[in-house]
């Protein structure tokens, strides 16, 4: 046990650990969302940016969306949501304030079960700043990992207080958090195991002589030897109601994992390629937590290509050091704790039931390497135990090695700040990752850089033909270049090889819309609907498809399918509303364009809709507030100034119109109706001429314009009226 010559080290340690977090990953404020899961939990989906409203609550507790279910994750997202929208500052910085929790609970935790204060300031650090942990704070998908470990690290102080002071009330504690941290990320399932590492050390609570002593010290007289049984084997039976909710977590998750199609088949991914897998992985794991370099977000599974040479020598290796690790057991407990820590907790995600592509992953340390971190810790201290110089070498060297882990930490998370730096980054430190390569193409798309997307889409099919996820993107980005025959010809490619892939198929709908294909693109949103019926996505294509066609009331029924199963898709919503307004149902559609605004409240789109209703109501003078709204946010918003020139007309502000027109015309300079709407003005004010030339360009961009013909011919009469009365075409 550490002596500590001030009572007040704990907390200064504290501070300390607070404060050299806070330096090392304070960058992380200035860093974006990422298009790696990013969208799936927050920027895509819009029951997590509702907040905290009822019906994402109950969606949370009820969906397997991401392929895992964890409501509490989700209600966090929520909450950050609720308080700070989508601004990505305030999403990282929770993560990060999460991440100082977890390590202030790791290292009281140690010191209150150990008594060695240093011991557990150097493993709380290295848990704190090691680089492979940047994944699970600097990724906002992967608030899970530390939200989750918050509940871990509590479960184990109440089990700790329990074991102390064993109660009733203690122990429900102690499931409680248990059942919470499995709420969000199952990843838990192994704490039952780990708590019954720590009852071997530093509890103790296996020493049958020592517990024995207790008891009778406590009862005053000694007990028998059935008793002397149950109570050495008492430590066991407590945790049968933890392994059973783990039990009830894995099915539960497995379930969802496999229903969300993130579990690889056994035709995918061989049994021995995943033990081989496995045995590389975790030397690799240990690898990368002494040298901590090529990190990277994804790294491809190698399948059946691994050298089986290599997959036996690592299992050898390992086998060889946990038999040493267990001689070694009776004079240094720890090490087997530390290691079968470190080994169990990483079951989940070694891949023997392999979820996902990877074949490993920085995130899956999170917890695991608490385990090297003690041996680490109380290996060294135990091994330089006789040397003169113990503390100023163990001092010196803890030292050096937290402010190296420090600095390889801050350069990992500069490869975090977006996209961009994330997976080029990725691209250098791996070969042949077909995953990196796509995601970097859609980063780049977002960026407008649509040939450069394209050439990495098609450097992830050259690596892996098979891979649908590249080619829908691939296809996605023809269809923005205006290839819709090459998107299309993609589209269909992935569906021949995933006949149930929901995204491609809706793709194809819509890419046939956009061709004017409308009974296939109907087909298609249909077979789609019959795959997955609750797609509102699907629902609301298929209704703008039938709104082209004519069809307005089909339309307005799967648009209203649609918020059945979506009620709060904002775009749905000003969908429907301007279907309904083509009924004239103009209060029906002003209450979903109210509702699309209240939903997301930066909906230019909606605020232009809900003036032009206002409009045909005749209360013009809300509508330019709306119009004027639509133009804050989006100021080249063509219909918006259109729509607001139009107001201003009917109110007679003619020269305020023709200014909103002319703002139109340099957006859309070949838009007919804003030509036909600045001759009607100029018509109004005489100027004829100015009024014709308008007329005459909108029916030369749209001969079959009836109005502007009859526009025209209302101004060239005029004009031969004054040109006989000898008259100017500008009245005084």
């Not at 497995?254 to 579990?263: D, E, S, T, Y």
Request: glycine share 6%.
């Amino acid at each position: 046990m550490d002596k500590t010559p001030n009572r007040y080290w704990a907390p200064r340690i504290c501070v300390v650990l607070t404060l050299t977090t806070l330096v090392v990953f304070w960058q992380v404020h200035k860093h974006e969302f990422v298009n790696y899961d990013d969208p799936k939990y927050i920027t895509e989906n819009e029951h997590v940016q509702a907040g905290l409203a009822r019906d994402s609550i109950a969606w949370a507790f009820t969906t397997g969306h991401a392929s895992n279910w964890h409501p509490l994750t989700w209600l966090s997202h929520m909450l950050d949501c609720q308080l700070f929208e989508t601004d990505p500052v305030w999403h990282h910085l929770t993560s990060l304030l999460l991440h100082i929790t977890n390590t202030l609970l790791l290292f009281g935790l140690l010191k209150r079960m150990t008594g060695a204060l240093w011991r557990s300031a150097f493993v709380a650090a290295a848990f704190a700043l090691h680089p492979l942990h940047v994944e699970s704070v600097a990724w906002v998908a992967e608030r899970k990992d530390v939200l989750s470990t918050v509940f871990w690290m509590l479960t184990m102080w109440a089990y700790v207080h329990y074991a102390k002071h064993p109660n009733p009330a203690r122990y429900l504690l102690t499931v409680a958090f248990f059942a919470l941290g499995l709420m969000a990320k199952p990843m838990l399932v192994t704490l039952p195991f780990v708590l019954l590492l720590l009852d071997y050390w530093p509890l103790g609570r296996f020493q049958l002589e020592k517990a024995v002593k207790n008891v009778n010290r406590r009862k005053q007289k000694p007990i028998n030897t059935h008793s002397q049984w149950q109570l050495s084997y008492s430590p066991v039976w407590e945790k049968v109601p933890f392994f059973v909710l783990s039990a009830i977590s894995s099915i539960v998750t497995f379930l969802v994992q496999q229903h969300g199609g993130a579990v690889e088949r056994i035709e995918s991914v061989s049994i021995i390629a995943r033990f081989a897998n496995a045995s590389i992985s975790y030397l690799r794991y240990i690898g990368k937590t002494i040298w901590p370099s090529r990190l990277a977000v994804f790294y491809p599974h190698p399948g059946d290509r691994l050298q089986m040479w290599q997959a036996v020598a690592a299992a050898l290796l390992l086998l060889g050091i946990s038999i040493w690790i267990i001689w070694l057991a009776r004079s240094h407990k720890y090490l087997p704790v530390g290691w079968l820590w470190f080994l169990g907790t990483l079951v989940p995600v070694i891949g023997l039931v392999q979820v996902g592509a990877q074949a490993l992953a920085d995130r899956y340390t999170y917890v695991p390497l608490t385990g090297l971190f003690i041996i680490i810790a109380w290996g060294l201290s135990d091994l330089l135990a006789e040397w003169r110089y113990r503390k100023i070498v163990l001092g010196a060297s803890a030292i050096i090695v937290l402010l190296a882990l420090s600095i390889c930490t801050r350069l990992q998370l500069r490869h975090w700040r977006n996209s961009i730096t994330l997976f080029e980054h990725t691209i250098e430190m791996t070969n042949n990752n077909y995953l990196a390569h796509s995601n970097f193409g859609v980063a780049l798309v977002e960026q407008g850089k649509l040939d450069e997307a394209v050439a990495h889409f098609t450097k992830a099919l050259q690596i892996k033909p098979g891979y649908t996820t590249g080619r829908r993107n691939l296809g996605y980005t023809l269809v923005q270049q205006g290839k819709l025959d090459e998107a299309i010809a993609h589209f269909t490619e992935v569906l021949r090889i995933e006949p149930d892939f929901i995204d491609a198929r809706l793709n194809l709908g819509c890419a046939l819309a956009q061709q004017g294909k409308l009974d296939e693109a109907i087909a298609n949103f249909t077979s789609l609907l019959q795959i997955k019926p609750n797609l509102a996505d699907a629902h609301e294509n298929l209704g703008k498809a039938l709104l082209q066609q004519g069809k307005l009331k089909e339309a307005i029924g799967h648009y209203r399918e649609a918020l059945r199963i979506e009620p709060l898709n904002p775009t749905t919503h000003n969908e429907l509303g301007s279907a309904l307004g083509r009924q004239n149902k103009l209060d029906e559609a002003i209450t979903h364009f109210t509702e699309a605004l209240r939903i997301k409240s930066n909906f230019a789109d909606a605020y232009c809709n809900l003036g032009c209703a206002m409009v045909r109501q005749g209360r013009l003078d809300e509508a330019i507030a709306n119009f004027n709204e639509a133009l804050r946010i989006k100021s080249d918003f063509a219909d918006a100034h259109y729509n607001l020139g139009y107001a201003l007309f009917l109110q007679g502000k003619f020269e305020e119109a023709i200014e909103e027109y002319q703002q139109t015309l340099q957006i859309l300079p070949d838009d007919p109706g804003t030509h036909n709407g600045m001759g009607v003005i100029l018509t109004q004010q005489g100027k004829l001429d100015e009024a014709i030339a308008h007329f005459k360009e909108a029916l030369r961009i749209k001969p079959d314009f009836a109005d502007a013909q009859e526009n025209l011919n209302v101004a060239l009469a005029r004009r031969n009226e004054l040109d006989e009365a000898g008259q100017p075409y500008i009245e005084p």
